[in-house]
């Protein structure tokens, strides 16, 4: 195996900084949406005549 090519980085994987933005972005949009279903529902629970307070 030729050892210049560990020198170069061709054999090393560098992960993108890019690609956990992304996920982190992803999660928190996935968060907004259970929150605003979950506020939805509760409104909703809370308007229905004999179920709210």
Same mark, same amino acid.
């Given at each position: 195996?030729?050892?210049? #090519?560990?020198?170069? @980085? ?7 900084? &890019?690609?956990?933005?992304?996920? #982190?972005?992803?999660? &928190? ?7 605003? @279903? ?11 005549? @004999?179920?709210?307070?």
């Amino acid at each position: 195996m030729r050892r210049d #090519l560990a020198f170069t @980085g061709v054999a090393r994987h560098v992960e993108r900084p &890019a690609r956990s933005i992304a996920c #982190l972005a992803f999660v &928190a949009v996935l968060g907004a949406a259970f929150w605003a @279903g979950a506020a939805w529902i509760a409104e909703f629970y809370l308007r229905t005549p @004999g179920l709210g307070f």
